[in-house]
């Protein structure tokens, strides 16, 4: 009883006027990040950055049921739910007390509900539904409202005006948009028309969490991929990374520019490779094909261009989802170890970095063969955990005064014989 009148509460002050949380955004202690499955484990390992899922799809039904809770957006009635809200609450406050930076990942996943996918999924996403996840329905008036209502949902319970619940400081929209084939689906279209729409729902991000947070963060989500689209994909479903954050740079401008910031994916050339040193498509210069650990430092200086700044200062860069493969090799986990190593002091010499959140918590068995994680799952599970891999006393280590000694097993690896190479 008492948690239902937490909620209604909570649902009352939706709509109420109320001066923006002024908390400026924190600076932690380092950028080590991770995305949660395990909050206590996540914890132990000392993260202060984590990225959670958040399924908008999940937060609401398409009608009232019997436990769902309704709130009044613009004259239009909409039907929270509220055990998915309990459920994210269990994981972002547990973080959020410990000081540990959480940014929410915003899907659009399928619901199969015919109802709900109308107001949530785009409507030129691909009928046949194959791809894993759609973009916002940005597109008619009842899609952006119901984004935006859900948003605002989002926005208050996190923004610190309720410490019950935890605090979330970066909201990532949507995910890898420049291969939206299969990870922001807009069915075919050009490009310019696929930045227009997901600029609308950034924008529409950035405008509802401005009401209550005065400095949560936007961020926009890019895969490995620079000069050069997704192999094998039309160009009218997958674009060059570049140009699609060259053109959203543009259109923001023109309609008016606003507070973003660009969330990176920058796994090796090779998914299965976790040899980052060795990418052959990662290059120094901008006109790379890949954007990987060898090159960061060229995504973070395009940034620096005078058309992309913000207030005179580059836009602020987090590495949201990349991890390094496992190879059932005698030396698969040193290799993966290794390369962390290196992404570690990689991100070291770029101020414009703000976070590398590691992806995977736990291997995971529906991930095309991947192995990334801190963890192995166990046997005949998907992703329950099983044992801890070299990998995990490292990241454990990183940020510590324990790291120089724990990842000087690495130089040799990588064939450096001093991490300041990097820097050269």
Sequence with gaps: MFARLCLLAFLSCL?????????????????????????DDAIALGIHHAGINVSLGALFHASPQPKSQTFSFEGTDYHLNPNYLKNLDSQIKPLADKGI????????YPTK???????????KAKADGKYNISAFNTATPEGLRL?????????????????????VWGYIIGNEVNSQWLWYNLGSMPMAEAVSEYEKAVRATHQTLRHHSAHARCYLSFDHHWN???????DQEAYKGRDFLDTFARIARERGDFDWHVAHH???????????????????????????????????LHMTQPEFLWQGKPRRIILSEQGFH???????????????????????????VDAFIYHRHVDHAHEGGLRLGLWRNAPHSIADP????LIYDLFQKAGTPAWPAAAQFALPITGLKSWDELTQ
Excluded at 15 to 39: H, I, R, Y
Excluded at 115 to 122: I, Q
Excluded at 386 to 389: G, L, M, N, Y
Aim: net charge neutral; hydrophobic share 40%.
């Design 15 to 39: 709509t109420a006027a109320a001066q923006p949380n002024a908390d400026p955004f924190p600076t932690p202690p380092s950028k080590k990040g991770l995305q949660v499955q395990m909050v």
């Design 101 to 108: 930076l959480v940014y929410a990942i915003l899907l659009a």
């Design 113 to 123: 509900d015919a109802a709900k996918d109308k107001l949530l999924l785009h409507p």
């Design 147 to 167: 984004y935006r209502a859900l948003i605002s949902v989002l926005a208050q319970r996190y923004s610190g005006a309720h410490p019950e619940n935890g605090r």
């Design 228 to 234: 050069k689209s997704m192999p094998g994909i039309s």
């Design 266 to 300: 920058p796994y090796p050339d090779d998914l299965g490779n976790p040899r980052t040193w060795l990418d052959k498509a990662a290059w120094t210069t901008d006109d790379s094909p890949h954007i990987t650990f060898k090159n960061l430092e060229v995504a973070c």
């Design 326 to 352: 496992t190879l059932l090799t005698p030396e698969g986990e040193q290799l993966q170890a290794a390369a962390y190593a290196y992404a570690w002091e990689k991100i070291q010499t770029l101020p414009t």
């Design 386 to 389: 099983h044992s801890k891999k």
